[in-house]
């Protein structure tokens, strides 16, 4: 299975951006779906963003779209999520995952999940 490590979490006041990165090793990366997840404090964690294999194609939940953008880089192995215009709900741990279904959105289709980066929004 592919190993994978999210980092570029933090500390940012609203309606400012942060990048999060995701190192991925092992397994060839471009064989992967990858999706961002997130849990907020004392919630369940629930879907961001997702790309297909070769980064064509991308989906997003509702509450981060024209905010957020998902991309890779399939040469460096490297997943990214773009966050701009943040906002104090944005506030989460955030993980990155793998998944060999072609547009996975639930928790169910990823198989192997980083151990997250805090991101807090500050008003």
């Known amino acids: 299975q592919v190993r994978l490590a999210e980092s570029g979490g933090g500390l940012v006041q609203a309606g400012g951006s942060l990048r999060l990165s995701c190192a991925a090793s092992g397994r060839t990366f471009s064989s992967y779906a990858m999706g961002w997840f997130r849990r907020p404090p004392g919630k369940e964690r629930n879907f961001v963003a997702s790309?297909?294999?070769?980064?064509?194609?991308?989906y997003y939940t509702d509450s981060v779209k024209g905010r957020f953008t998902v991309s890779r880089d399939n040469a460096e192995n490297t997943l990214y999520l773009q966050m701009n215009s943040l906002k104090p709900e944005d506030t989460a741990v955030y993980y990155c995952a793998a998944s060999t279904y072609w547009a996975p959105s639930s928790e169910r289709e990823f198989l192997s999940w980083g151990q997250g980066t805090q991101v807090t929004v500050s008003s």
């Open positions: 790309i297909s294999r070769s980064g064509g194609n991308t």
